[in-house]
């Protein structure tokens, strides 16, 4: 199967669907705005060969698609990543340098974005698997679903709304997330503090540690008990019942705060914005 990849090095590269052009070398990779499919003599349907000539010598154009399925592949250095509308399939995005990458929308298996100083910032996150990471850039996540996986060493963690598993960390930075539906969250901050935001009907078992604990009087926690350990407080209870082998909510800041705060779902709406 082929395998769509695109490198750049400067400006900025905006995806939507992409092109795919033999030659007499290897296979390339154009990326190029969504549009209709046109050869000078009306349209044609997307599994037409289209006549448009491409830059460079002796090519032709062979196939444009909107990605479902495929294994998609971005390098970039100095530039700009902005993915347009919704991308499917198995994603691989790679930015170094002061890079940024901006998505709306990814859907796929599997999931991997990284960043080296670049923001990471995706609207809606649906797949089975994801890893997002960035050495000195914050993630800022909108809406996200399935299994997500979080690194940052010096950047920032925001997300505003988790449904299902999500492990977030980062060394200095500090941690923001809304947890919508729960299936297990695991939140670390070693050196900045943390916030997690529930709906007040939300079933979970909490374990909240840190240099300092706050919860909400608006969050009610039954079976609630606190003990402290060298410089910092842990903070155990249960909302609504929960089972804590199923749902449970780990936050840990050995250095900062952590903070648990009331929010519902139609506030959550204004972080995604």
């Known amino acids: 199967m082929l395998t769509p990849c695109v490198s750049w090095r400067s400006g900025c590269l905006r995806l939507r669907r992409l092109r795919v052009w033999a030659g007499a070398g290897p296979w390339t990779c154009q990326a190029c705005q969504a549009r209709p499919y046109h050869s000078g003599e009306g349209e044609r349907r997307p599994d037409s060969e289209a006549q448009v000539p491409p830059p460079g010598p002796a090519r032709r154009l062979l196939r444009e698609w909107t990605l ?4 998609f592949h971005v390098q970039t250095k100095g530039g700009k990543v902005i993915c347009l509308g919704t991308i499917y399939g198995n994603i691989d995005i790679h930015a170094s340098d002061k890079s940024t990458v901006t998505v709306n929308k990814l859907q796929g298996s599997s999931v ?4 080296e100083d670049g923001l990471l910032k995706a609207k809606y996150l649906y797949t089975e698997s994801s890893f997002l990471s960035s050495a ?6 909108g809406s996200v679903h399935g299994n997500i996986t979080l690194q940052s060493k010096m950047g920032n963690i925001t997300v505003g709304s988790s449904s299902g598993y999500l492990k977030a960390s980062t060394h200095q930075g ?5 947890v919508s539906q729960l299936g297990k969250v695991e939140l670390k901050s070693h050196k900045g503090s ?13 374990q909240l540690s840190g240099k300092e604990v706050d919860v909400n009087s608006e ?5 609630i008990a606190k003990a402290r350990k060298d410089d910092g407080v842990t903070i155990t209870g249960l909302m ?6 199923e749902k449970w909510i780990k936050a840990d800041a050995p250095k900062g705060t952590v903070s648990l705060r009331g929010q519902s779902w139609f506030q959550s709406l204004n972080l995604q914005d």
């Open 112 to 115: 991997n974005i990284s960043t």
């Open 68 to 71: 479902p399925s495929q294994k």
């Open 136 to 141: 000195a850039g914050d993630i800022t996540l």
């Open 194 to 206: 943390v916030i997690v935001k529930v709906p007040s009907s939300l079933p979970t078992y909490l």
């Open 240 to 245: 609504n019942q929960a089972n804590k082998c």
């Open 174 to 178: 500090a941690i923001d997330v809304y």
């Open 219 to 223: 969050v009610h926690v039954q079976e």
